[in-house]
């Protein structure tokens, strides 16, 4: 375990251009220190639900120290500022979410060398927004139909294309802005339901609009895929590798937990095999670059 995360070190250290060949004759250097990584972003960030909780964090917040910064600052050996916390959006890395938290940009300087993050879900209430709305479509529906989708229809989808996307944008510029020499990543979000079908009531959306709300993920990924591609910043992609792995799975194979019969009382977020393998993404996508 010790040789790997020392393998991992090196790997994202190159990366980040904190190790560089030294010049025929140079003096040689002091070892560097730790990377100064800041993790901002929203409850796929914070882990929200996960025990324990971060004794560090707002209590509002619903931070756990099993979150996946937690997880990749281990593995790498890097000085991690926690700043994530559940309910963001983006108008938080400017503003205050709540009395006593401030603004997560502030966590940034031009030292930061890495910066992770999860955010966009909860812009305009979109996510929440469709969750509840469709998982009420579902248990009225008796989980027959697309109830959703016909009380809806391309209104969630529109949204994210034109209000989460340009304020994507907007939150990345800034945090380069403000940590100019940082290697900056943007996950996507793992998915939520299986392709098709679903599995009523534990995830209490209807059949027909199990395709739906897949949709509207994959518009939502594909939005911050977009704004980071636009920005020069890292996406890393959930959607593949999460695929197998969604709510409607049993215990130990799902990293999304469901809305009944679940693990974590903060329903539809990742459980700490979820937040394991976020991390795991980030790195393999952080050394391949």
Not at 203 to 216: F, I, K
Request: some cysteine.
């Amino acid at each position: 375990m010790r040789r790997l995360a020392a393998c991992l070190f090196a790997a994202v250290a190159v990366l980040l251009g904190l190790v560089v060949a030294p010049a025929a004759q140079a003096t040689p250097k002091a070892p560097p220190g730790p990377i100064q990584y800041v993790a901002l972003g929203d409850s796929y960030s914070a882990a929200s639900g996960v025990l324990p909780p971060d004794p560090n964090a707002a209590p509002q917040c619903l931070r756990s120290i099993r979150n996946y910064p937690n997880v990749i600052a281990a593995k790498i050996g890097a000085q991690l500022t926690d700043v994530t916390c559940g309910g963001a959006d983006t108008t938080h890395y400017r503003t205050s979410q709540y009395q006593g938290v401030p603004p997560q940009l502030d966590a940034l300087s031009k030292k930061t060398q890495l910066v992770t993050m999860t955010i966009g879900g909860n812009d305009s209430g979109v996510f929440i927004n469709s969750i509840l709305s469709c998982g009420a479509a579902g248990i009225a529906s008796g989980g027959q139909g697309a109830p959703c989708k016909a009380k809806y229809g391309d209104s969630f989808k529109n949204t994210v294309k034109s209000t989460t996307y340009p304020a994507l944008v907007q939150a990345l510029n800034d945090v380069k802005a403000r940590a100019p020499h940082a290697k900056v990543a943007i996950l996507g979000y793992p998915s939520i339901l299986p392709k098709s079908e679903g599995c009523f009531p534990v995830m209490p959306v209807a059949r027909g609009d199990v395709p739906y709300l897949n949709d509207l993920q994959a518009t939502l990924n594909d939005a911050v895929k977009r704004a980071a591609e636009r920005t020069k910043v890292t996406y890393v992609d959930m959607t593949k590798v999460s695929q197998g792995h969604d709510a409607c799975q049993p215990l130990g194979v799902r990293w999304i937990e469901p809305v009944l019969a679940g693990t974590n009382p903060v329903i539809v977020h990742p459980n700490a095999l979820g937040e394991a393998k976020m991390a795991e993404q980030t790195l393999r996508v952080l050394t391949r670059r």
